[in-house]
């Protein structure tokens, strides 16, 4: 049987608009997908839909149709997207409603079942008695790829769905094309990593890349998106469209399926695939074969995702310049915490982080100043409003000297929190609606498997002794971070089994904490992933509340892994 090719025209809602038409004329595809939500995403969307409850989706998906869907119509691909976000079936009737005025005959269908908003409570925020009421935004299930696939047999051209896991996008129509049976879990296990690896788009082909420096300058200005050559067997081949940008290497690929994973274990709706089997070889220039993948019965439960408006924030940011830097620092900290003692209501939240972003002898002004953030949190808008903003302009004549801040605070702005909760599957309609107006019930899974950790693999053994040099750990190994949650995962591999030898033995919990001392106290996980010369690591409630909360300087951990890549430890010259 001929591959399915499936390519990726979206790894985020505000990816590069003119990537479905790049995917559509760089070369041949059978399906193409878009994956739009992200849990800060949901909670744009429900914004959105207070404000008019015909929205909750992504928009620019229209505009992109608007110039794409003919071209997509006279070349056979089908396209499947999560764009439907909070109102699939809202979507759904927009993308008629445009064929039509388009004079393109397509089918649209769409996937609903996964909106279980009105089955979690409303509440208040509990933060402080009387709290103004914080009730759930969005609650919506991540379901997996069989509606999906039951739209492309009904012959659907278009399917657009709410919230799907990411690889659902493409375990659907792999599931439609090769007509797996809901138990051959090694082949949908095969085409969740496939999806998981495309569902980031430019992540796959350079983009966020460690080792972006080795690829030329021509290559990685512009990364050309992924797509995947799918096989029967559940194995792939991630390529890109010949003449496009970026680059398909070991490496690339790697660094995407690390990327917001955790264990061996990486469970979905429809199957657990096991990180732990991946084999990656690569096949030729821009082209990595993904084989062996393993699959299990997935969970019992489906992950609930739950977006809320936590409360109102403000912040400010002193610039503090030149000498005494930490004097300075306390100076001010000390007439603010004053002033919020003595204000009406002190804030329920009070964060300080100074960053020393000042250098000694500095030849300019900027290079020569710290940042000093205060942020403020309350479920009441007022408390964080005026109360800060009059505090903090008050003291221009009467703090530090040199006093001045990156911008005056305003009045307050609302922020989310996201956290995840399950439901048994059977609380979850998940259904199929076709094009004529039918609607096909999902059937559940035939069996389930509780989702247990893989006990650690033997160790390979360590390399013979030599002489070591302190250097970052970025010389040896690249790292990719992100987020789930309020949880942070850094995922971190190398390329020689001579480095995985001294990276699995060197890069412990302890180490890891050590080199990443903001994780100090925080539960910290680690996995071992031999096949792919890769650890990950889960690092619990770094990220606060989630995204939305801005509970950190980079509140996604974006940046984590280069951080931790930047730290020095004793590396063997013979890596180096």
């Known amino acids: 049987m001929t591959p399915l090719r499936i390519g990726n025209a979206s790894g985020f809602y505000g990816d590069r608009f003119d990537a479905l038409r790049e995917m559509l004329t760089g070369g041949p595809l059978d399906v193409v997908t878009g994956d739009y939500l992200a849990e800060l995403t949901m909670l744009i969307l429900g914004r959105d839909r207070l404000k008019n409850p015909a929205g909750g989706y992504a928009r620019t998906f229209l505009s992109q149709l608007e110039e794409c869907l003919g071209l997509a119509h006279a070349r056979g691909v089908r396209i499947v997207t999560n764009a439907g976000g909070l109102n699939p079936a809202g979507l759904a009737d927009a993308v008629r409603e445009l064929a039509g005025r388009l004079g393109i005959p397509v089918r649209v269908a769409h996937v609903e079942g996964d909106d279980l908003t009105a089955a979690f409570p409303q509440g208040l925020d509990p933060a402080r008695p009387g709290g103004t009421p914080m009730g759930t935004l969005a609650a919506h299930a991540y379901l997996g790829g069989q509606g999906i696939a039951a739209c492309l047999r009904e012959g659907a051209d278009v399917v657009v769905t709410g919230r799907v896991t990411d690889a659902?996008?493409?375990?659907?129509?792999?599931?439609?094309?090769?007509?797996?049976?809901?138990?051959?879990?090694?082949r949908l296990a095969g085409a969740v990593v496939a999806g998981h690896i495309l569902e980031c788009g430019t992540q796959a082909t350079g983009g966020n890349y460690s080792f972006f420096a080795e690829h030329p300058p021509a290559l990685r200005r512009r990364p050309g998106f992924p797509l995947a050559e799918l096989h029967e067997d559940g194995s792939s081949v991630i390529t890109k469209h010949d003449g496009t940008g970026g680059v398909v290497d070991l490496g690339t690929v790697t660094a995407q399926l690390l990327y917001e994973t955790a264990g061996a274990r990486y469970a979905g709706p429809d199957v657990t695939a096991r990180l732990d089997t991946v084999r990656l070889t690569q096949e030729g220039p821009d082209r990595v074969r993904v084989e062996g993948v393993r699959g299990e019965a997935p969970p019992p439960t489906l992950k609930v995702g739950l977006n809320r408006l936590g409360g109102f924030r403000n912040e400010v940011t002193f610039v503090l310049t030149g000498l005494d830097i930490e004097a300075k620092a306390a100076y001010v900290r000390d007439q603010m915490e004053a002033a919020l003692e003595g204000a009406k209501s002190r804030p329920a939240q009070v964060r300080w982080d100074l960053?020393?972003?000042?250098?000694?002898?500095?030849p300019t002004e900027e290079t020569a100043s710290a940042l000093l953030r205060l942020?403020?949190?309350d479920p009441a808008q007022e408390v964080v409003g005026r109360a800060l903003s009059g505090a903090a302009i008050e003291l221009a004549l009467a703090s530090y000297p040199g006093f001045h801040v990156v911008a005056p605070p305003g009045k307050g702005s609302p922020y989310g929190v996201f956290e995840a909760a399950y439901v048994d599957r059977d609380a979850v309609g998940h259904t199929a609606v076709l094009h004529d107006g039918r609607r096909i019930p999902v059937p559940g899974v035939p069996a389930t498997r509780v989702l247990d950790d893989v006990p650690e693999p033997p160790l390979p053994e360590p390399g013979p002794p030599g002489p070591a040099r302190r250097a970052p750990l970025g010389l040896v190994a690249g790292a990719r971070s992100?987020?789930?949650?309020?949880?942070a995962n850094v995922g971190v591999w190398v390329r020689t089994d001579a480095a995985w030898r001294w990276l699995v033995r060197a890069l412990t919990v302890d180490r890891f904490r050590a080199l990443l001392p903001e994780t100090a106290g925080l539960p910290v996980a680690r996995h071992v992933l031999p096949n792919l010369r890769a650890l990950n690591f889960v690092v619990e409630g770094l990220l606060g509340e989630g995204v939305a909360a801005q509970h950190r300087f980079d509140p996604q951990a974006k940046g984590l892994g280069e951080w931790l890549r930047a730290r020095h430890l004793d590396i063997p010259e013979d890596l180096l």
């Open 482 to 487: 992100g987020d789930k949650g309020g949880n």
């Open 375 to 377: 942020v403020v949190r």
């Open 355 to 362: 960053a020393r972003t000042d250098r000694p002898d500095a």
């Open 168 to 186: 659902a996008l493409v375990t659907g129509p792999a599931v439609a094309h090769f007509g797996w049976g809901p138990e051959e879990y090694d």
